[in-house]
């Protein structure tokens, strides 16, 4: 007979199968077997957070700068409902995470014990699936099946609640065997048919744009390469998501920047003017579309996607190529190389008006911004943390915020896997956790968050996490004092009534970097900003770096509520002919 | 400004609005139902009814038939999102005038009469299969099965002939003919 392992054993002997490295996790008594069994499977590394919360993000940022899944191990009760905003904020941007957590005994379920909550019945909406295992013979089966769950298709969350008395309970363990059947949830089984009639679109087009999301990261590192060989082969404009930013080189000439509520002229005019749209691995959201029936209305829409669920879901479409966003432009190009040499020349003559058109909306240099060399612009900070940071690899985290649009528009990414933010959920909080994950990923690489002062109050606890495992990441603090977005949106939409934007009793953060172990600098002065940025950057430590910007700063181009993409506020100078309509505010 | 604006999508125009019944083959296991009930509620979907039970003891299949609601893109992610759930095998989806399939329904019907008005109550209810359940002097329990719309007018009917409860199940589907759903 083979030997018997415990419950707890067996979590352990399925992560080290799924060659996991790193737990983000915070221990609890539902989960104490478990932690017991730590100490004896010395490939697992567990790093311990400082909230839930906190594990979540770590293990999101871990996932999305690695393209590994992220495990999160919690206990029962506040420690699974502590999880849910990170689980919500992965399903909405489709992170693989494994997040396992301890449940009280199977014969205690349902009495309201100490620490119980319905741990599956909270998660169910926010993940892809999860599981409440009552029955130590299908605990491997069922580990292995939430890493398949989790990593398969469009990635995401799933969960795992183990009850106390299964940790204990013993069964056999039987080697996972690689390669079995999928479980049928997997689409990418798109047609010859459908890839000539994009190649067809594609050699009709006189005004094509491509619009790329978070699904060509999500592909792989590889999807970005194709993309990059596809769009120049194509020579069309390319234009790209927040959650997208990086497949394709930030300071190409063929890149038109972001598009969406805060994208550039260029990008949301191209898109409202174009005549074929190419979304690939992108899903027509609200911030990215503004008003439906104004959305691009002149083109035809091609969508690639891996999750049929997507297709004609906002925007109907004409041509929908369900698969992996990796494979289909694969196919594309193989068939634009066999049918059409010289395709690339007919192609740049066909569009050459185009580019000139775009080459128009480029001139009104949208991202500007009146600098100052009294106070220090936000759009400057970021600006010259790019000058600063890009000749050696850099990993952005952001929270959420104007300083999250300000890092989008002005630091460039030119490769997949170094921008993690918060796009569909928008949890503020998100940066500094997910520094942590990035960090543990990439131990020699530069790691920044670029935060907002209340954002980065939300988790600042994790700055302890940071210390303790000697993780040198970089807080870079946009300080402004508000809640900048807020403000803005009461100053342009609610007459200026800061209600509760304004936080008056804000910490320093110099001794607050202090307190925790770490370093602290502050910057005032435009003519400091440089050196100081050159002090955090050389530090070999985690630093908070409390930048002081003009507190009245907003965040342009925006495209207002209510309006299509081609009636976007620019700046300052702008602002009085786009005001926004009275029944438009109590829509945003 | 007439209409009111906003950077979400706002339903301007309504869509015209179709029952589809949905046939769902699922893993019977704890928690599936919830599963695809949350899924509706989550997302605004709608249920007119729904019934649910095992249907293959051996390979653990439960079929859920849900009758809904919604414009043609609402009905269209419906689908897509259900087959999106791990426990779902797979989900078929008919048009309620779908000629091709039959739906039915079944009804109780507690009469509490005089025995005139209760003959009264079964001559009514010949049409669907009436059958007497339990019968005593002064009442009786019948069974029907029919369309859904047929049981709302007879339960409208029976009502002043003494009709004091009824109970029902949601509407069940099967398509005609020797082909089966693949």
Redesign the interface.
């Known amino acids: 007979m083979s030997k018997l392992y415990t419950g707890a054993e067996i979590v352990f002997k399925c992560l080290e199968d799924q060659e996991v490295e790193y737990i983000f996790g915070y221990p609890g008594g539902a989960v104490l077997p478990i932690y017991d069994e730590l100490k004896n499977h010395s490939s697992i590394k567990h790093i311990l957070v400082r909230h839930e919360q906190g594990a979540g993000h770590a293990a999101e940022g871990y996932a999305r700068s690695s393209g590994k899944p992220g495990v999160v191990l919690v206990t029962s009760g506040p420690g699974a409902t502590n999880v849910v905003t990170a689980l919500t904020d992965a399903y909405m941007d489709s992170v693989p995470l494994v997040c396992i957590s301890g449940q009280v005994p199977t014969h205690l379920i349902g009495t309201d014990a100490f620490q119980e909550c319905d741990t599956?019945?909270i998660t169910?909406?926010c993940t892809?699936?999860n599981w409440?295992v009552k029955d130590i013979k299908e605990l491997p089966k069922v580990i292995h099946e939430a890493f398949k769950?989790a990593k398969t298709g469009r990635p995401g969350p799933v969960l795992i609640d183990i009850p106390k008395d299964i940790q204990f309970a013993k069964t056999n363990y039987t080697k996972l065997k690689k390669e079995k059947k999928l479980?049928?949830?997997i689409h990418n089984k798109f047609s010859d048919n459908e890839i000539n009639e994009l190649i067809d679109l594609i050699l009709k087009a006189k005004k094509p744009v491509v619009y790329t999301g978070g699904g060509v990261i999500n592909s792989g590192p590889q999807a970005s390469e194709t993309l990059k060989e596809f769009v120049r082969l194509i020579g069309f404009p390319i234009t790209s998501t927040l959650q997208g930013l990086g497949a394709f080189p930030g300071d190409d000439n063929q890149f038109i920047g972001m598009l969406g509520?805060h994208g550039t002229y260029e990008a949301n005019n191209a898109m409202h003017d174009c005549d074929l749209l190419i979304n690939i691995g992108a899903r027509f959201d609200?911030?990215i579309?503004?008003?439906?029936?104004e959305f691009s209305p002149k083109s035809k829409k091609v969508h690639i996607d891996i999750?049929?669920?997507s297709?004609?879901?906002?925007i109907?479409v004409d041509l929908a190529i369900v698969g992996d966003v990796n494979e289909v432009v694969k196919s594309a190009i193989k068939k634009i190389n066999k049918k059409q040499n010289g395709l690339k020349d007919s192609n740049k003559q066909r569009i050459s008006k185009w580019w000139e058109q775009i080459q128009k909306w480029r001139t009104k240099d949208s991202l500007g911004f009146i600098n100052s060399d009294k106070d220090i612009k936000p759009q400057h900070a970021v600006k010259r943390l790019y000058e600063l940071t890009k000749n050696q690899d850099t990993f952005i985290t952001t929270e959420v915020g104007q300083h999250q649009m300000w890092a989008a528009q002005h630091y460039k990414f030119n490769k997949p896997n170094r921008w993690m933010t918060s796009g569909g959920l928008g949890t503020m909080g998100y940066g500094l956790p997910a520094a942590v994950g990035v960090q543990i990923a990439h131990p020699d690489k530069l790691v920044i968050d670029i935060a907002g002062e209340a954002s980065v109050l939300m988790t600042m606890q994790e700055m302890s996490t940071a210390v303790q495992y000697n993780l040198p990441i970089k807080i870079f603090i946009l300080n402004n004092q508000y809640m900048g977005m807020v403000r803005q949106w009461q100053e342009l939409l609610h007459e200026k009534n800061y209600s509760e934007s304004y936080t008056e009793a804000l910490p320093d953060f110099v001794k607050l970097a202090e307190a925790y172990g770490c370093k602290g600098i502050k910057a005032n002065n435009p003519n400091e900003l440089d050196d100081k940025i050159k002090e955090m950057i050389d530090y070999n430590g985690p630093v908070i770096f409390d930048c002081h910007v003009d507190p009245n700063e907003n965040c342009f181009p925006m495209?207002?509520?209510?309006?299509p993409h081609n009636q976007m506020i620019l700046g300052p100078n702008d602002k009085e002919e786009n005001k926004i309509?009275?029944?438009?505010k109590?829509?945003? | 400004?007439s209409?009111?604006?906003?950077?979400?999508?706002?339903p301007?125009k309504k869509g015209k609005l179709d029952t589809h019944i949905f046939v769902v083959w699922v893993d019977n296991e704890?928690?599936v139902l919830?599963?695809v009930v949350?899924l509706f509620s989550?997302r605004g979907y709608n249920i007119e009814s729904l019934a649910v039970a095992e249907v293959d003891a051996t390979k653990n299949i439960s079929r859920i038939t849900i009758v809904t609601t919604g414009t043609p893109?609402v009905i269209?992610?419906i689908k897509?999102?259900l087959?999106?759930?791990?426990p779902v095998?797979k989900v078929a989806d008919f048009k309620r005038e779908d000629k091709k399939v039959i739906f039915k329904e079944m009804a109780l019907f507690k009469i509490v009469a005089q025995k005139k008005k209760i003959e009264k109550c079964l001559k009514e209810c010949k049409k669907f299969n009436p059958v007497i359940l339990d019968k005593t002097s002064k009442s009786i329990v019948v069974q029907i099965t029919a369309l859904r719309r047929e049981i709302d007018k007879m339960s409208k009917k029976l009502k002043p002939y003494g009709l004091t409860s009824t109970s029902r199940t949601g509407a069940i589907a099967m398509t005609r003919g020797a082909e089966t759903f693949k």
Do not use: C, E, F
Request: no cysteine.
């Open positions: 599956t019945g169910r909406p892809k699936h409440l769950v479980n049928g949830k509520m609200d911030r579309t503004g008003k439906i029936d999750d049929p669920s297709i004609n879901k906002i109907k495209i207002p509520s209510g309006k309509s009275g029944k438009g109590t829509l945003v | 400004m209409s009111p604006k906003s950077a979400y999508s706002i301007t704890s928690g919830a599963r949350g989550g893109q269209d992610q897509l999102q087959k999106k759930l791990v095998h």
